[in-house]
């Protein structure tokens, strides 16, 4: 029965993705109630959670906050924005279980695998990192940016709101198209747009459970 702890849980999509896999028993942890999260929820500091009792897992998850490292000019970068991930490592570290750390593009990390929404068929790009302790294997299958796509991102604006990705025409952004999109049918818009995909963590999470049988 492999256990996951997963930290900076927010509302699930991670651990959805590491149920898929084959983890059985799976604790989430987070600093603000998460009402949606479908498994065993602790609300509190999770660096301080994973340093009491990461020991007590197989494996661990960690999506530190990643507003400090987005490279979008719409987040501030005046430090309003917490910088956990070398922390988060060096907890994860520690515990001396296997460990995943996913961020976006251009955190401080060892981007072990690069997982694109399109490898996976959904209608979002959400380009993510990961990288493992000990490392992750990196093969994986090629983005296809010909994919339509939509923008899951703060709030929903509608139907009649597409964007456009160049001279291709983006899907709407509502919050059935960005619930088909993600693959996720639990999550309210505010908690889709800090979300990643299952698909990515049930992926991530096949090699976890094999570095753990070994």
Known sequence: MPRLLDLF???GGAAVGYSRAGFTEIVGVDN???KRYPFTFVLGDALEYVRD??????AIHASPPCQAYIRSGMVAKDGRHPDLLAPTRAALEATGSPWVIENVPGAPMRPDIV???SMFGLGVRRH??????????PFTLSCNHNWRITGVYGHPHGRGGAWRNGKRPMLPRDRET??????IDWMEPRELA????????????RQLLETIRR
């Open 9 to 11: 849980c927010g509302a």
């Open 32 to 34: 603000r109630p998460q």
């Open 53 to 58: 009792h990461g020991h007590e897992f197989d």
């Open 115 to 117: 997982l694109c929404g």
């Open 128 to 137: 993510r990192w990961f990288e493992g302790g000990p490392p992750l294997q």
């Open 178 to 183: 960005w619930t088909r999109a993600m693959g």
């Open 194 to 205: 800090a979300a990643i995909p299952p698909a990515y963590t049930e992926f991530i999470g």
